[in-house]
């Protein structure tokens, strides 16, 4: 995950373990075969003995791959997009809109097949967890041990309910946590020669390609992403956030915060907004961060180069880790890059 402003501010409490209340891996995942499964996920690999190293690194095994997923919204809609939305049926982390509609990092999860047990940072319902009797849980892993919005104080409760895998993805750019959801999805039955897992992965290649162009082309135009709060303007790192790392290995001219550590982003005061002058600003468009809208009445954004050229832009900070997810957030990053000046 890149910038953001609460849950960001408490990944530390995302404590490492858990894995001693695991207890005994999971011996029968939904009986026999579903014979209802879509082409994409009745391979061998859903049939037999099941095994997979997370990036803990924790080895799970069951006596068959697991039927019942419940995941991060986001990690859902990556599995989604390798043909498993028959084996979620449960989510955590904002996933629908006040309107009903499904916030963007549930992707093509279909939201009313599946039961969400926690709609926002700090929400996740044991109880309606537990009902779901699931075989796996999946979610992101930012810091070593951390299991993404899997709130600190029911941690224990909710990983002794059944087996868990961890992805990693912060600290290394963005196309290895889609591969490693990849392999996780192919270990549970997904074909990853489908035609529509072969096309995402041929547009994100072509995606990375035309970026790469595109940077090299602009002339050394320069790059800040970053996330808006009431007091707080935040200044993503691009040496640890997975999307960010990985546009810069593509050649994109990124503004480097100061960060403390291995912190994901330097916090500034709107007072000091302008310690990074930026050719482009990509904005954290998620629910719950400010939008140019809301900042409009704060004078150091308006005085920002970029904002001046009207050269801000809108940033999916939480990619969806697949092919099909992350293409099209490469393909905007492009446009951006392209459509724009270098204003100094």
Known sequence: MSASSLPLSRRGLLAAGGAAALGAMLTACGGKEDDKSSPATTTAAAAGPWAFTDDQPKELKADKAPSKIVAFTGTAAALVDLGLQDKIVGVFGETKKADGTAEDQAGDLDINKVQIIGNAWGEFSVEKYAALTPDLLVTHQFDAGAYWYVPDESKDKILAVAPSALVTVGRVPLNKPIERYAELAKSLG??????????????????????????KASGGIKVLFGSGAADVFYVSSAAVSSDLMYFKELG?????????GQDYYESLSWENADKYKADIIFLDARTGTLQPKDLAAKPTWNALPAVKANQVFPWQAVPIYSWNGAAPLIEAITAAITKSKKLA
């Open 252 to 260: 994109v001219d990124l503004i480097m915060p100061e960060v403390k």
């Open 190 to 215: 997904a074909d990853l020669n489908a035609p529509k897992v072969t096309e995402a992965k041929a547009r994100f290649e072509k995606a990375a390609a035309d970026l790469s162009a595109a940077a």
